[in-house]
């Protein structure tokens, strides 16, 4: 079965992503067609980028930098699930990302965004980010507004519509994520 690792993007006390990332998770594992893990940033512990070698390298000198390299080389896909933050994703979700090189390459990822206009230009910068790590990033996200998919910014309340993006989301990410691991052999 392909595994599919769900990451949350946020990591601030009182954050949204809790909500969002559980209903991605819950609505994946239902399926049943694919292994699903909430990868959530919290249980990591990384600093700001402290690695002495670059990511490509592999040449990983901390216990934080080796055991976040160990989880994500297991999957073969990824959902992420990201706020917009400035018009961007969250540093902290940036800084995961440049911990690892070669974990990520030949991979594919869907999203899953929330904010004012659903994350959209986060997504957009993240899309930018993943393929220059070789990840390939399906057409699909869900796009969560904070108006109509929150009561009050804060209680998630998904629209109807949601459910049906995210399983597109996901058809796609099993199909490149299964594609793409024959590539990696
Ligand atoms: C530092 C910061 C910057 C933000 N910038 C944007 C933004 O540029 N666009 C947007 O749609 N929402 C923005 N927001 C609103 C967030 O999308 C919204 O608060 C969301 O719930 C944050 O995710 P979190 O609760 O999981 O941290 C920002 C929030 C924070 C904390």
New binding site residues.
């Given amino acids: 079965m392909i595994k599919v690792g769900i990451i949350l993007g946020?990591t601030?006390p009182?954050?949204?992503?809790e909500a969002v990332a559980h209903w991605v998770r819950d609505l994946a594992v239902k399926r049943g067609d694919a292994e699903y893990e909430l990868i959530d940033l919290n249980d990591y512990g990384l600093p700001n980028l402290d690695e002495a070698s670059v990511a490509a390298m592999g040449r990983y000198e901390h216990e934080h930098t080796k055991r976040w390299s160990a989880k994500i080389d297991a999957f073969d896909a990824f959902v992420f699930v990201t706020?917009?933050?400035?018009?961007s994703v969250p540093g902290a979700l940036k800084n995961a990302l440049d911990f690892l090189y070669a974990e990520w390459n030949d991979k594919a990822a869907g999203f899953v965004g929330?904010?004012?206009?659903g994350?959209a230009r986060a997504v957009e910068h993240l899309r930018q980010i993943l393929a220059q790590v070789g990840v390939a990033t399906v057409a699909q996200q869900v796009t969560l507004s904070?108006h109509h998919d929150f009561e009050n910014?804060t209680a998630f309340k998904p629209t109807a519509a949601q459910e049906g993006r995210l399983t597109l989301v996901l058809d796609q990410v099993l199909a490149w994520g299964g594609a793409l691991r024959t590539l990696r052999g």
């Fill in positions: 946020s601030r009182g954050r949204n992503g706020p917009e933050y400035n018009h929330y904010g004012i206009d994350a904070i910014f």
